[in-house]
Each structure stands twice: as structure tokens, then as C-alpha cells.
């Protein structure tokens, strides 16, 4: 007879290999009414867990596709980074690393190529950056139907069918944020947020955390406004929020859009604005030095390339999940003093 595998329990409920997973093993977030039918057919065909099988799965070739943005180049570089040394390492182990590039921030079917490219390549599993994937449901579902084990990395997205998320948790960077700026200007004063059109939603867990730390620790500085701008209008929004004299501190929650910012208060020779930003650009990194932008928060980038992969074989080959859903990398505080600590080797570990 077939050795009945957690696969074929997912078939028979239309369910993720993953949900079975976590109900046979108790792990993670699963409904009750779920569980109890999983384990209610395991039963029914006599499913036994084989470790012996994970062992011979060392032998099967996998094939794992990484979908993920490429602009910023500064940022996404870095991520690379960590995939082109765990592609490496996993090679040894008959696994192939695939990438895919989301090139376009608006194109609402990027789902539809990504499928092509899991049927085209006969992709085992998913590791993505759920960025710019407008109709992220329809692709998990796609998945779910596939038995393609998903993971998620980089930006962060609730999906019951999702088996983990590894990144940085943007609600504690905000958070730190907001701490940042106030203790700058001494916990008074008004202050002001940029954040480009386009990324306004996608950094809406960000804008909640830097609001609670102003609201609970901080409620004697006064947020002016909050202005939303097209790129390439960075200078046309600055006067407005230079025109009240007040303004003490601006705080920029793009990836590295505070450089732009820093460079136009250096050509118009102001100073004495507090300017707190978020990840290391070239252009950043120049006008930390240069006094120009106070503070950077700045993500753990390589290994955001390197752990996901690795967890999401580690899952493929022993069934083996993180022992929690949401996995976060550091934040670290960048300051003038400091800036020069990140540049990477040329391995993307330690330090010049």
C-alpha cells in the first residue's frame, strides 16, 4: 500500500501542506474546527509521521522561486547578497534557488506571471515579497491548491496559508522612530511626516507605531501635517512645510527617501531641523555625515536574503516549521558615529 504522506491529507481537505503541519504538530496559529478535521483524517488513513522519508528527501532534488522588487538597487542589493550565499551552500544539497523581479509597481496582474513562472520551472515552494503583489489572495489560493508550501519575507502580510514571515517589524520601527525624534528635540515641539502617494499604505504599520509612541510618551509635540507627495515633488513639499516657522523636526518614513530631503536642506543652507529616515542610501549615508539628517533606522539585509530560504528547505526536507509564525530581524539606530560599521564585505558578512 501507498505510505500516506501530509500531502495527501492536504488533498483529501483542500487544505496547505502547512495547515496540516501545523494541526499534526501543534505549531502556530490553526482554527479548532481545523485541527480536529485534519487529525480526524489522519486517522481515517492511518497516517504515521516517517522520519525515515525526510531523511531520503535529501536526495530529491527541490526547486525553491524567490519573488521579490530589484529598485532600490541600495536596498535589494544587500538582500541578494544573503541569496547568492545560501544558493550556494543549498546546491551541495540538490536544491536550485530561482529569482523573480516584480520590475512594475503597477501592474495589478504580476500574479498571473509569477504562476507561469511556478508552472514553467515546476517550482516545489514560495519565498515572496508580498510588495506590489496587488492580488496576493488569488496567488495564495493559486498555492494553496498546489500543495506549494509560501512563505513570506521582507514586508509582512497576515495569511492563514502563509507557513512564516521574516523580516523587520515595521510597527516597532515606527515606534523607534517617533522615539528617536522625540528625544532630539526634547519631547516638545511641532514637527511634520513625508511619506510619497505611492507608499502611503504600504508603510501603514509604520505610521501606527511612530503615532502610539507620540501619543503615549510624547503628547506635547504637535504633528503640523502629514504630507503625501509625488517623486520628483520632494522640493515643492518641503516649502510647504518650511513656511511654518515651528517646524522643528520632520520625520521621512520611506527607505531611504530622507537623503533627498537632507540634500535640499543642504542647498538651501537650512539647519537646526531635526531630519529622522529610514535604511542607508549612498545619498543618506553622505548627509548623515555631513550633519544634514539626524538619525537613520536602518533593516538587517542580508539575512533577510539568507534565513528564509533556509528555513523554508529546512521545512521542504524534515517538515519542520519556525517555532514561531513571525520571525523579526534587528533595527538598528544609525548615527554619524556609527554609519561606517555597516558597509558589508564582499561576502555580506562583517564588517570593514
Same mark, same amino acid.
Given at each position: 500500500?501507498?505510505?500516506? /504522506?501530509?500531502?495527501?491529507?492536504?488533498?483529501?481537505?483542500?487544505?496547505?501542506?502547512?495547515?496540516?503541519?501545523?494541526?499534526?504538530?501543534?505549531?502556530?496559529?490553526?482554527?479548532?474546527?481545523?485541527?480536529?478535521?485534519? =487529525?480526524?483524517?489522519?486517522?481515517? %488513513? #492511518?497516517?504515521?509521521?516517517?522520519?525515515?522519508?525526510?531523511? %531520503?528527501? %535529501?536526495?530529491?532534488?527541490?526547486?525553491?522561486?524567490?519573488?521579490?522588487?530589484?529598485?532600490?538597487?541600495? !536596498?535589494?542589493?544587500?538582500?541578494?547578497?544573503?541569496?547568492?550565499?545560501?544558493?550556494?551552500?543549498?546546491?551541495?544539497?540538490?536544491?536550485?534557488?530561482?529569482?523573480?523581479?516584480?520590475?512594475? /509597481? *503597477?501592474?495589478?496582474?504580476?500574479?498571473?506571471?509569477?504562476?507561469?513562472?511556478?508552472?514553467?520551472?515546476?517550482?516545489?515552494? +514560495?519565498?515572496?515579497?508580498?510588495?506590489?503583489? $496587488?492580488?496576493?489572495?488569488?496567488?495564495?489560493?493559486? @498555492?494553496?491548491? *498546489?500543495?506549494?508550501?509560501?512563505?513570506?519575507?521582507? /514586508?509582512?502580510?497576515?495569511?492563514?496559508?502563509? +507557513?512564516?514571515?521574516?523580516?523587520?517589524?515595521?510597527?516597532?520601527?515606527?515606534?523607534?522612530?517617533?522615539?528617536?525624534?522625540?528625544?532630539?528635540?526634547?519631547?516638545?515641539?511641532?514637527?511634520?511626516?513625508?511619506? *510619497?502617494?505611492?507608499?502611503?499604505?504600504? $508603510?501603514?504599520?509604520? !505610521?501606527?507605531?511612530?503615532?502610539? &509612541?507620540?501619543?503615549?510618551?510624547?503628547?506635547?509635540? #504637535?504633528?503640523?501635517?502629514? &504630507?503625501?507627495?509625488?517623486?520628483?515633488?520632494?522640493?515643492?513639499? %518641503?516649502?510647504?512645510?518650511?513656511?511654518?516657522?515651528?517646524?522643528?523636526?520632520?520625520?521621512?518614513?520611506?527607505?531611504?527617501?530622507?537623503?533627498?530631503?537632507?540634500?535640499?536642506?543642504?542647498?538651501?543652507?537650512?539647519?537646526?531641523?531635526?531630519?529622522?529616515?529610514?535604511?542607508?542610501?549612498? +545619498?543618506?549615508?553622505?548627509?548623515?555625515?555631513?550633519?544634514? =539628517?539626524?538619525?537613520?533606522?536602518?533593516?538587517?539585509? !542580508?539575512?533577510?536574503?539568507?534565513?528564509?530560504?533556509?528555513?523554508?528547505?529546512?521545512?521542504?526536507?524534515?517538515?519542520?516549521?519556525? @517555532?514561531?509564525?513571525?520571525? &523579526?530581524?534587528?533595527?538598528?539606530?544609525?548615527?554619524?558615529?556609527?554609519?561606517?560599521? +555597516?558597509?558589508?564585505?564582499? #561576502?555580506?558578512?562583517?564588517?570593514?
Amino acid at each position: 500500500m501507498k505510505k500516506i /504522506t501530509i500531502k495527501d491529507i492536504a488533498q483529501d481537505l483542500n487544505v496547505s501542506v502547512a495547515t496540516v503541519y501545523r494541526a499534526l504538530h501543534n505549531k502556530g496559529r490553526i482554527k479548532e474546527e481545523t485541527r480536529q478535521r485534519v =487529525i480526524e483524517k489522519a486517522k481515517e %488513513l #492511518n497516517y504515521t509521521a516517517n522520519s525515515t522519508a525526510r531523511k %531520503l528527501a %535529501l536526495r530529491r532534488k527541490f526547486k525553491i522561486l524567490v519573488v521579490m522588487p530589484d529598485q532600490p538597487e541600495f !536596498f535589494w542589493d544587500d538582500i541578494r547578497k544573503g541569496l547568492t550565499v545560501i544558493a550556494q551552500e543549498l546546491a551541495d544539497f540538490n536544491t536550485e534557488i530561482h529569482t523573480y523581479y516584480v520590475k512594475s /509597481t *503597477r501592474d495589478p496582474d504580476i500574479h498571473l506571471e509569477i504562476m507561469k513562472e511556478i508552472e514553467e520551472k515546476e517550482i516545489d515552494s +514560495l519565498l515572496i515579497v508580498p510588495l506590489y503583489i $496587488y492580488k496576493f489572495d488569488q496567488l495564495m489560493e493559486y @498555492t494553496k491548491n *498546489r500543495s506549494i508550501p509560501t512563505a513570506v519575507f521582507s /514586508t509582512k502580510v497576515d495569511h492563514e496559508d502563509t +507557513l512564516f514571515y521574516y523580516g523587520p517589524d515595521d510597527t516597532l520601527s515606527g515606534f523607534m522612530a517617533g522615539e528617536l525624534l522625540s528625544k532630539f528635540i526634547n519631547q516638545n515641539g511641532s514637527i511634520c511626516v513625508m511619506v *510619497r502617494k505611492e507608499d502611503f499604505t504600504n $508603510y501603514s504599520q509604520r !505610521f501606527q507605531g511612530f503615532c502610539k &509612541y507620540l501619543q503615549t510618551s510624547s503628547p506635547l509635540i #504637535n504633528v503640523l501635517d502629514v &504630507y503625501t507627495y509625488d517623486a520628483d515633488h520632494e522640493e515643492e513639499i %518641503l516649502e510647504k512645510a518650511l513656511a511654518n516657522s515651528s517646524l522643528k523636526a520632520i520625520y521621512v518614513m520611506d527607505g531611504g527617501c530622507a537623503g533627498i530631503f537632507g540634500k535640499l536642506l543642504k542647498d538651501k543652507s537650512i539647519t537646526g531641523i531635526t531630519l529622522i529616515g529610514h535604511e542607508i542610501s549612498p +545619498l543618506s549615508k553622505a548627509m548623515l555625515l555631513e550633519d544634514h =539628517i539626524t538619525a537613520l533606522l536602518y533593516e538587517e539585509r !542580508f539575512y533577510q536574503g539568507y534565513y528564509p530560504v533556509k528555513l523554508l528547505y529546512e521545512y521542504l526536507v524534515q517538515g519542520t516549521l519556525p @517555532t514561531e509564525k513571525y520571525i &523579526y530581524t534587528n533595527i538598528n539606530v544609525v548615527l554619524k558615529g556609527n554609519v561606517h560599521y +555597516l558597509d558589508y564585505n564582499d #561576502n555580506g558578512r562583517g564588517y570593514r
